[in-house]
């Protein structure tokens, strides 16, 4: 039986239908400006009650500001249960990956890794293909591992590329990798002032489910309402 976390946000348990499943890994992927990193601030501001969470931060997205106002006056509470991580290159990443294991001990409600592609797009123009695969294919591995053995929900993002073919379409950065081996593929778009969430892979829920959504202060608000009567964050 699936056991959740909820998102923080009425939208996206709407969509996901309770929240983010433990146990698996859940990747969000779409281009800059998407709403990766606002999902996932609101994960951490509004869920999780009062657990600790690990961030891996390797591109430097994560705002104290967005952050501060999410949460509104008790966000410093929440700050301190949240233990950063800030790899800058790819064996960076590798090892941060590893040191998981040892710190999740510690009454950790959620590991999030943002990106889990940026560092590895990077080392993949430098260094031989195949070793960099092996080494993300890895370290999901082991998200996968900690998820499972601990009952947790791991979040990870990733960059998006454009399709060469199709100009309207875009892969996710670290392709098949990625898809095999994440249990919930939430896609992230741009559609003018809105986003859109869609449900690309789940273990229980329809494939091509979405929601249309737009960022506030607050959160995130729906902006087509199918049942939520436009509920905030």
Known sequence: METKESSGSAVMDWLLEGGYEKGV????????????????????????????VIYVDTEGSFSLSRFMQVCGKDYKKTLEKITFLKPTNFKEQEAAI????????QNIGAIIVDSLTMLYRIEM??????????????QIRALLEI???????????????????????????????????????????KSGPNRVAIVQK???????????????????????????KNNKV
């Not at 990747?27 to 600790?52: E, M, R």
């Not at 892969?171 to 992230?188: D, R, Y």
């Open 98 to 105: 590893k040191k998981l294991e040892g710190l999740v001990k």
């Open 147 to 189: 998820a499972r053995k601990n009952d947790i929900p791991v979040i990870v993002s990733s960059q998006v590329y454009a399709d060469f073919e199709d100009k309207e379409k875009t892969n996710v950065v670290g392709g098949t990798i990625i898809k095999n081996m994440s249990k919930c593929l939430i896609e992230l778009r």
């Open 25 to 52: 890994v859940t990747t969000l992927y779409g281009p800059g400006g998407s709403g990766k990193s606002n999902l996932l601030v609101i994960f951490i501001a509004n869920s999780l009650k009062g657990q600790k």
């Open 125 to 138: 123009d430098d260094e031989d293909s195949k070793t960099v695969n092996r080494s993300l294919v890895s």
């Open 202 to 228: 789940h273990r229980s829920i329809e494939e091509g489910k979405s929601i249309v959504f737009k960022i506030i202060d607050e959160g995130i608000v729906e902006v087509e309402p199918e049942g939520l």
